[in-house]
Every structure is written in C-alpha cells, then in structure tokens.
C-alpha cells in the first residue's frame, strides 16, 4: 500500500488534489478504508483517465455511414435459413465438444438491477414465473441439462464450467445466493466468480467525484472490462487447466439465452471461428440496438446513434433491412482469442461514455443527489474485440426463441419482468404443443392448433417446462403427446414422475 505522501503527490501531478480535502475530518478507521482505495487505483494514469472522459463527453458522436456495409453471406449462419442436416451436423460438432469438456460458459453480471427498481443483481430476481425461479437459477440449471445430454450422448462425465464475472457491487450478494441455493445442484468448484475493475467517475470538467469524504465515486468498466478482468483473476489460466478451448459469452438479463449452446458453438467450430455473434433480426429500423456490420472492412460494432436514419432504413431486393443484424451480447470466443486479446489489444479498446447521474458529497462536504446528468461513466464494451478477429462469424437466431431481456421495472414499454415471463411461457407452449399437448387458456378452453403464441403479450396458456426436464424442447412427446394442459401447467421433475406413473 502506497504511503499518504505518496499518494499526495500523485494526485497533485493528475490535477486531482481535491481528492484529500476532508481528510482531517476522517476517523482513523475511514483515512485506512481510503488510503487503500486510493493505492489501488492506477494513479499514474488518473490524469488521461480524467482528462479523456471530459474530452470524450464533449465529442459530438460520428456517423460511420460512409464506411459501413453489411456482413457478407458466407460468413453467416442461420437457424432458419439452414436445412435441417445441417443445424444437425452443427448441433452433434457442438455436443461433441461439450462431452470432451472443451466448453466454458462466461456471464457478464456486473450490473445491479437498478433500472428494475432493485439494488441486488439482476440474476437475483424473480420475474414471476410459476416456479418461482430466478435468472441465475434457470441458467444453472440449462448448464445441467446440457451437460446431461453430452453425457448420454457420448457415455461421457462432462462439466461445462460457468465462469461468472461481478462487479464489486454483485460479488457479495451473488456468492451468498448461490451458497444459500447450494449452487443450484452444480458442483461449487465447476463456478467460478471472479470481479471487474472498477474506476473513478468524473465531472464534466475532468475531475474525480466523490461519493462520500472518504471515497471515490467508482464504477464497473462496462462489460468490456472483461478481458482485463480474465488476466487479473488469472481466469485464463484456469481454463487453459480444464483443457476449455471455447467460451460462451453472454449477458445476465436475457431469460431465453440457451447457455452453451451447441447449435451455435458447432457452428463456430466448424467455420474454424475465433469469434463469433448470435443476433436477431431488427424489428424496425429505428430500434435502439447495435448492429453487426462492417465498417472499413472490418467487422464490429456499430451503435444506433452511429447511423443516419436513411441508411437504417435501406433494404434489400426481398424488402429485408440491409443492417438487420441486432447485437444481443451473446458471443463465442476461443480460449486462444481471448489470450491474445487480453496479451495484445486490450489497451486498444474504444472507450465508451455513459452520462449519468453520480451521488456526490459537494464542497462544504454535503451529500447531494443530482437531479440531472453530473458525471461521466467510461465504459469498454465487450464486442469491442471483433475488428482483432482473424475469422469472426455471425450467427442469426429467432428473436422469439432466444431473446428477451430484463432491463426495466413493469411499467416500462418493453423490456421488463411482464415481457421476459411471457417470452419464456410463450416458447414453452410452442414446445408443449409441438409434442403433441393441447393447451387450455384461463377459462378452460382449447385453444386452437392455430392460435399463434408469442411473447408479445401476456399468453392464454401458460406453460413452463422447467430446464431439468428439456433443454430447447427435446424429450417432450413422450410426456406431452395426447394431454390436455391446464393454465398455469409446470412442467418440473416431480410432474414427469406423475406423467410416466400414469
């Protein structure tokens, strides 16, 4: 730990000596806590910290419309657009690699749920399904199942290690959960939590905030921080021990994400990928979400503000959008990759800025809770590596089947624990009645082989098939086929026994 001294003359030289102005007032106890903090920082990079958040809030975004073009054909995928041998051919390459222990999934759950009217993380809640369960359990149980599958596959005992990235915020609060939930019948050893950095918030005019006297205002370094976070923990190499050669990536709030999925990891394997996207199909043009495209060349990621309306609009001879291909944070990765990334280029990294309001403590040393936008937030995204790929491929999937995220209380126009429930309720029932079931809406009537059933509302039928029992549908028309399900009907492991006793 850096002396008080030493720590002095670092923020005299970064222009931040305000810093320590309370610091007579402190307790022992509290000039201890922050001398700490403060020595943790890299406090000889405070002042390009600092100075480049203010220049980067003060820079008019650019339009890249002039470079940008779509992704060529031959290095995409589909789910719908590919004959059935082939999503086969992918899927059994993808479970292959699953049964050799190959694969690794990584959860970005950095954030609280504060946008959900929350302060625990977002893996934490409960979005009302009739189970009961929350995100972190549905997930650890899809790792479950398909790694019970691999097994019976391939007569194999395989693990698919979860690696789970937190933020000082939600590294507590979520060991504690999966310790109270007995990690949800996964092996302790096989998770693997480890934290982001943090870093100061600035003012507009480039000085460090503090939160309180005796601390700094800090944030996570966006999900971006990921690749200097797999070096610090020493995640990389925990991996390379495991013999993982492939890395899921997603993020914590999608209800739908199909965790390892082997359709899109065979894929990626067999296009010899050493990094790849699932998107979704944009619903219209102005939709608030990046897309995949290129620009120069080269393949990223380019924010909805990046583009004029006029190029967001363009569409192709069939009447599709031109750059349709929605980023849903949702990404394979090779081991070697992320080695060579976190080795080479993580210092490259674009720097994003998120305007926010910061919590401060002003000069006469009152506690202020801003009512506008006060501070600058720099971020580093994790899509923000596809331009180092050699061999990077995109991977379309069905919004309906694979996408529905947590990001707003109810009340909100999408996006919340009412949309995310019906989603996950709605692609149930589809699976229920493809086995065979036919489905009873709230007053007990059949609703019709027609009816369609999406997440766009609130369903009739209400169906949840828990992930113990079918990963993405499969082993459902020995159980289903010929029933009549009442609403609400749970599928779980206690209902197959009944169902195979009858």
Request: hydrophobic letters at 40%.
């Amino acid at each position: 730990m850096l002396s008080l001294q030493e720590v002095k003359l670092c923020l005299e030289d970064a222009g931040q000596s305000h810093v320590l102005q309370f610091w007579p007032e402190l307790s022992k106890e509290e000039r201890a806590r922050f001398l700490l903090e403060l020595s943790q920082l890299d406090l000889k990079g405070l002042q390009d910290h600092c100075d480049g958040a203010a220049k980067a809030a003060a820079s008019p975004s650019t339009k890249l419309d002039g470079n940008i073009e779509p992704v060529l054909p031959e290095f995409i995928g589909s789910t719908q657009k590919s004959d059935t041998n082939t999503l086969a051919s992918w899927e059994s390459e993808g479970i292959l690699q699953i049964s050799q222990n190959r694969v690794g999934v990584l959860l970005l759950a950095g954030g609280q749920g504060t946008r959900l009217g929350v302060q625990y993380p977002k893996g934490m809640y409960d979005v009302g399904l009739p189970s009961g369960k929350t995100l972190y359990q549905i997930q650890a149980e899809r790792i479950h199942k398909i790694q019970e599958l691999a097994d019976l596959k391939h007569g194999s005992k395989c693990t698919v290690p979860w690696y789970i990235m937190t933020s000082e915020f939600t590294l507590d609060p979520t060991e504690k959960f999966f310790k109270e939930h007995h990690y949800f019948g996964l092996e302790p050893s096989n998770v693997i939590m480890f934290e982001q950095r943090m870093i100061p918030a600035v003012t507009f005019d480039g000085k460090v905030i503090l939160q309180s006297k005796g601390k700094i205002a800090m944030a996570p370094d966006g999900n971006g921080g990921l690749y200097r976070a797999l070096v610090d923990n020493k995640v990389l190499e925990d991996m390379e021990r495991r013999g993982v050669e492939y890395l899921h990536v997603y993020c914590v709030d999608n209800i739908l994400v199909k965790m390892a999925d082997p359709v899109f990891i065979g894929f990626c394997v067999s296009k010899g990928a050493d990094c790849g996207a699932k998107v979704v199909e944009k619903r219209h043009p102005s939709e608030p979400v990046g897309v995949v495209c290129r620009v120069g060349g080269v393949h990223q990621v380019v924010e909805y503000s990046e583009i004029q309306p006029e190029t967001a609009k363009l569409r192709g001879p069939g009447g599709e959008l031109v750059y349709s291909a929605g980023n849903i944070c949702n990404h394979f990765f090779t081991r070697a990759f992320l080695h060579e990334v976190a080795q080479k280029f993580e210092v490259q990294l674009k720097q994003h800025v998120a305007i926010k309001k910061v919590p401060f403590v002003d000069g006469c040393g009152n506690q202020v809770k801003p009512d506008k936008p006060n501070g600058i937030k720099m971020e580093k995204f994790v899509f923000d590596v596809f331009p180092f790929s050699r061999n990077f491929v995109v991977f379309e999937v069905v919004r309906e089947d694979e996408f529905s995220p947590l990001k707003n209380a109810d009340g909100a126009a999408m996006d919340t624990p009412t949309t995310a429930r019906a989603s996950l309720l709605a692609q149930h029932s589809r699976w229920a009645r493809a086995a065979g079931a036919a489905l009873l809406d709230q007053h007990g009537n059949t609703l019709p082989p027609t009816a369609r059933v999406t997440g766009e509302s609130s369903p009739s039928a209400q169906c949840e098939i828990s992930p113990l029992v079918s990963y993405f549908g499969e082993g459902l028309e020995r159980l289903l086929k010929g029933k009549t399900l009442p609403t609400p009907f749970l599928l779980d492991e206690k209902r197959v026994k009944e169902l195979q006793a009858l």
